[in-house]
């Protein structure tokens, strides 16, 4: 890292890098706990499960949205020693550094449905659409203000995967331009060749 520079991630693509295994691990779960009658019966399990997705979705992707504006709001240029994330790298620590908890939940999701099929999966793949919202707010916030916004790697929790924590004291921002993701964190389409 060039002197005096700071490791920079892409705060949509931190935000995003859950969605899709929080989402594919639990519409997984939700397909096998559907298969297992279960104490209150498959009916049941599956209306508490779609309750429990809309839920989800809702509250994880209006979660701290106060916080992201604020940080938003006071982002300071990025300066030219600052090193950017590339997106592959942000979404393979994120993922690293969850993966057992990705993995006991999802076997907390299978094991719960032997009392409510299908519902704790449900659950589970609501997080992960609530993250996809999330993302895409930050993505139209992005686009409406012409920059992406960065957080510092050390201030990220452990695990890398909170851009929003107390320890977050200010993000950084780029032209649109910057980076190898676009707005909201997906991956960059590349322009056609002429």
């Known amino acids: 890292m060039a002197r005096g520079g700071q490791g920079l991630v892409r705060v949509a693509v931190v935000v995003r890098a859950g969605a899709a295994p929080l989402w594919w691990l639990g519409v997984f779960a939700a397909g096998i706990g559907a298969l297992v009658p279960g104490l209150t019966g498959r009916r049941i399990g599956v209306l508490a499960g779609a309750a429990l997705f809309v839920v989800a979705t809702a509250v994880v992707a209006c979660v701290r949205r106060r916080r992201y504006t604020a940080l938003a709001r006071s ?5 030219k020693h600052d090193v950017l994330q590339d997106r592959a790298v942000t979404v393979r620590t994120w993922r690293r550094g969850h993966r057992w908890w990705l993995l006991l939940a999802f076997v907390a999701a299978l094991g ?3 009392a409510v099929p299908a ?5 589970m793949a609501g997080c992960g659409a609530g993250l996809w919202l999330k993302s895409a707010w930050i993505g139209r916030r992005e686009q409406a203000e012409d920059a992406l916004l960065w957080v510092r790697v050390d201030w990220l929790a452990r695990g890398a995967g909170r851009p929003a924590a107390r320890t977050v004291k200010a993000y950084r921002s780029t032209g649109i331009a910057a980076g190898d993701a676009a707005p909201g964190g997906a991956r960059r389409k590349t322009a056609a060749l002429v």
């Open 75 to 79: 982002a300071a240029r990025a300066g």
């Open 119 to 123: 519902a704790a999966g449900l659950l």
């Open 112 to 114: 719960s449905a032997f």
